[in-house]
Protein backbone atom coordinates (compact mmCIF):
# COMPACT_ATOMS: atom_id res chain seq x y z
CA UNK A 1 0.00 0.00 0.00
CA UNK A 2 1.22 3.59 -0.69
CA UNK A 3 0.14 7.11 -0.88
CA UNK A 4 0.67 9.95 -3.64
CA UNK A 5 -0.35 13.96 -2.97
CA UNK A 6 -2.11 14.82 -5.57
CA UNK A 7 -4.26 18.42 -6.73
CA UNK A 8 -7.19 17.21 -7.87
CA UNK A 9 -6.91 20.62 -10.13
CA UNK A 10 -4.22 19.65 -11.83
CA UNK A 11 -4.42 17.33 -14.98
CA UNK A 12 -0.73 17.32 -14.98
CA UNK A 13 -0.63 15.77 -11.89
CA UNK A 14 -3.17 13.35 -12.35
CA UNK A 15 -0.80 11.91 -15.51
CA UNK A 16 1.98 11.80 -13.28
CA UNK A 17 0.22 9.89 -10.43
CA UNK A 18 -1.20 7.62 -13.28
CA UNK A 19 2.12 6.81 -14.74
CA UNK A 20 3.27 6.21 -11.04
CA UNK A 21 0.71 4.17 -10.24
CA UNK A 22 1.06 2.08 -13.32
CA UNK A 23 5.08 1.57 -13.08
CA UNK A 24 4.38 0.19 -9.72
CA UNK A 25 1.45 -2.17 -10.22
CA UNK A 26 0.96 -2.47 -13.96
CA UNK A 27 -3.10 -2.01 -13.82
CA UNK A 28 -5.40 -0.06 -12.83
CA UNK A 29 -9.13 -1.56 -12.00
CA UNK A 30 -10.58 1.06 -9.67
CA UNK A 31 -10.64 4.98 -9.34
CA UNK A 32 -12.96 6.54 -6.66
CA UNK A 33 -13.26 10.39 -7.16
CA UNK A 34 -13.41 11.56 -3.69
CA UNK A 35 -12.09 14.86 -3.31
CA UNK A 36 -14.78 17.44 -2.48
CA UNK A 37 -15.17 20.74 -1.16
CA UNK A 38 -18.54 22.13 0.23
CA UNK A 39 -19.59 26.03 -0.25
CA UNK A 40 -22.73 27.67 1.45
CA UNK A 41 -23.48 30.88 -0.29
CA UNK A 42 -26.42 31.76 -2.49
CA UNK A 43 -26.54 33.06 -5.95
CA UNK A 44 -26.16 36.66 -4.27
CA UNK A 45 -23.74 36.71 -1.93
CA UNK A 46 -20.97 34.03 -3.93
CA UNK A 47 -17.85 35.66 -4.71
CA UNK A 48 -16.50 34.68 -8.18
CA UNK A 49 -13.41 32.93 -6.26
CA UNK A 50 -15.24 30.61 -4.48
CA UNK A 51 -17.54 29.75 -7.31
CA UNK A 52 -14.47 28.70 -9.59
CA UNK A 53 -12.76 26.83 -7.03
CA UNK A 54 -15.80 24.49 -5.68
CA UNK A 55 -15.89 23.92 -9.57
CA UNK A 56 -12.41 23.11 -9.95
CA UNK A 57 -12.40 20.78 -7.05
CA UNK A 58 -15.81 19.04 -7.42
CA UNK A 59 -16.22 18.94 -11.23
CA UNK A 60 -12.73 19.56 -12.70
CA UNK A 61 -10.84 17.27 -10.06
CA UNK A 62 -13.45 14.35 -11.08
CA UNK A 63 -13.30 15.06 -14.95
CA UNK A 64 -9.60 14.51 -15.00
CA UNK A 65 -9.88 11.52 -13.09
CA UNK A 66 -12.33 9.85 -15.08
CA UNK A 67 -10.24 11.00 -18.49
CA UNK A 68 -7.04 9.56 -16.90
CA UNK A 69 -8.48 6.43 -15.78
CA UNK A 70 -10.67 5.38 -18.79
CA UNK A 71 -7.15 6.16 -20.66
CA UNK A 72 -5.38 3.50 -18.15
CA UNK A 73 -8.32 0.98 -17.95
CA UNK A 74 -8.72 0.26 -21.49
CA UNK A 75 -5.50 -0.61 -22.22
CA UNK A 76 -5.40 -3.30 -19.68
CA UNK A 77 -8.91 -4.89 -19.77
CA UNK A 78 -11.17 -2.64 -17.72
CA UNK A 79 -12.12 -1.44 -14.82
CA UNK A 80 -14.81 0.43 -12.27
CA UNK A 81 -14.62 4.32 -11.92
CA UNK A 82 -17.41 5.46 -8.82
CA UNK A 83 -17.81 9.46 -8.43
CA UNK A 84 -19.04 11.00 -4.88
CA UNK A 85 -21.46 12.95 -5.78
CA UNK A 86 -24.19 14.30 -3.21
CA UNK A 87 -27.77 14.75 -2.66
CA UNK A 88 -26.77 17.76 -3.50
CA UNK A 89 -26.47 16.84 -7.22
CA UNK A 90 -29.91 15.72 -6.97
CA UNK A 91 -32.11 18.18 -5.16
CA UNK A 92 -31.34 22.09 -4.38
CA UNK A 93 -30.41 23.77 -1.48
CA UNK A 94 -31.21 27.61 -0.80
CA UNK A 95 -27.75 28.78 0.08
CA UNK A 96 -25.36 25.72 -1.73
CA UNK A 97 -25.54 27.36 -5.42
CA UNK A 98 -21.74 26.22 -6.49
CA UNK A 99 -22.40 22.85 -4.31
CA UNK A 100 -26.02 22.41 -6.20
CA UNK A 101 -24.36 22.72 -9.28
CA UNK A 102 -20.90 20.91 -9.29
CA UNK A 103 -22.39 17.55 -7.80
CA UNK A 104 -25.06 18.22 -10.41
CA UNK A 105 -22.32 18.17 -13.04
CA UNK A 106 -20.21 15.47 -11.58
CA UNK A 107 -23.99 12.63 -11.31
CA UNK A 108 -24.25 14.32 -15.64
CA UNK A 109 -20.37 13.83 -15.95
CA UNK A 110 -20.78 9.66 -14.36
CA UNK A 111 -23.69 9.11 -16.66
CA UNK A 112 -21.56 10.23 -20.05
CA UNK A 113 -18.65 8.75 -19.08
CA UNK A 114 -20.48 5.16 -18.22
CA UNK A 115 -22.26 5.50 -22.37
CA UNK A 116 -19.09 6.66 -23.89
CA UNK A 117 -17.29 3.42 -22.13
CA UNK A 118 -20.00 0.79 -23.22
CA UNK A 119 -20.19 2.52 -26.33
CA UNK A 120 -16.78 1.55 -27.00
CA UNK A 121 -16.87 -1.60 -25.69
CA UNK A 122 -14.13 -0.56 -22.81
CA UNK A 123 -15.44 -3.01 -20.47
CA UNK A 124 -15.41 -0.18 -17.97
CA UNK A 125 -17.98 0.87 -15.51
CA UNK A 126 -18.70 4.58 -13.96
CA UNK A 127 -21.26 5.18 -11.31
CA UNK A 128 -22.23 7.87 -8.77
CA UNK A 129 -22.57 7.82 -4.96
CA UNK A 130 -25.08 10.42 -3.67
CA UNK A 131 -24.96 10.49 0.17
CA UNK A 132 -26.67 12.96 2.53
CA UNK A 133 -25.15 13.93 5.98
CA UNK A 134 -21.77 11.38 6.94
CA UNK A 135 -19.80 11.84 10.05
CA UNK A 136 -16.96 12.91 8.21
CA UNK A 137 -14.68 16.48 8.57
CA UNK A 138 -16.92 18.44 5.96
CA UNK A 139 -19.81 17.97 8.29
CA UNK A 140 -18.19 18.20 11.27
CA UNK A 141 -16.62 21.61 10.06
CA UNK A 142 -19.92 22.80 9.57
CA UNK A 143 -21.50 21.48 12.75
CA UNK A 144 -18.23 22.89 14.92
CA UNK A 145 -18.70 26.26 13.59
CA UNK A 146 -22.37 26.80 14.39
CA UNK A 147 -23.37 28.96 17.18
CA UNK A 148 -24.90 25.69 18.83
CA UNK A 149 -22.69 22.83 17.36
CA UNK A 150 -24.64 19.90 19.72
CA UNK A 151 -28.31 21.85 18.51
CA UNK A 152 -26.81 21.77 14.61
CA UNK A 153 -25.94 18.12 14.77
CA UNK A 154 -29.32 17.00 16.27
CA UNK A 155 -30.85 19.10 14.09
CA UNK A 156 -28.92 17.56 10.98
CA UNK A 157 -30.04 13.82 12.34
CA UNK A 158 -33.46 15.24 13.06
CA UNK A 159 -33.57 16.27 9.07
CA UNK A 160 -32.96 12.12 8.11
CA UNK A 161 -36.01 9.97 8.58
CA UNK A 162 -33.58 7.23 9.92
CA UNK A 163 -33.05 9.34 12.61
CA UNK A 164 -29.40 10.16 12.35
CA UNK A 165 -26.56 11.26 10.85
CA UNK A 166 -24.29 8.61 8.46
CA UNK A 167 -21.10 6.67 9.46
CA UNK A 168 -18.83 6.73 6.77
CA UNK A 169 -18.05 2.58 6.96
CA UNK A 170 -21.95 2.89 5.02
CA UNK A 171 -20.58 4.91 2.04
CA UNK A 172 -17.43 2.37 1.75
CA UNK A 173 -19.70 -0.63 1.67
CA UNK A 174 -21.09 1.10 -1.50
CA UNK A 175 -18.07 1.85 -2.84
CA UNK A 176 -16.91 -1.48 -2.07
CA UNK A 177 -19.90 -3.24 -3.87
CA UNK A 178 -19.27 -1.04 -7.03
CA UNK A 179 -15.74 -1.43 -7.50
CA UNK A 180 -15.46 -5.41 -7.00
CA UNK A 181 -17.22 -8.28 -9.85
CA UNK A 182 -20.37 -8.01 -7.89
CA UNK A 183 -21.75 -4.97 -10.04
CA UNK A 184 -20.40 -6.18 -13.50
CA UNK A 185 -23.87 -5.14 -14.68
CA UNK A 186 -24.29 -2.00 -13.34
CA UNK A 187 -23.19 1.54 -14.83
CA UNK A 188 -23.94 4.84 -15.57
CA UNK A 189 -25.99 4.46 -12.20
CA UNK A 190 -26.80 6.96 -8.95
CA UNK A 191 -26.66 5.41 -5.14
CA UNK A 192 -28.16 7.35 -2.86
CA UNK A 193 -26.98 6.96 0.54
CA UNK A 194 -29.04 9.38 2.54
CA UNK A 195 -31.14 7.51 5.28
CA UNK A 196 -34.57 8.42 3.32
CA UNK A 197 -33.61 11.90 2.89
CA UNK A 198 -34.46 12.47 -0.65
CA UNK A 199 -37.42 9.83 -0.55
CA UNK A 200 -39.26 12.38 2.13
Known amino acids: MSALELDVTDDVAWKAAFATVLARYGRLDALVNNAGIASFRDIETIEDAEWHRTMAVNVDGTFFGCRQ ?54 AIRCNSVHPTFIQTPMVDAVVNVSRDPEATAAALAASVPLGRIGHAHEVADMLLYLVSDESQFVTGSEFVIDGGYTAA
Request: a positive charge; glycine letters at 12%.
Open 69 to 122: AVIAMKATGGGSIVNISSIAGIIGGRNTIAYNAAKGAVRLLTKSVALYCAHKKY
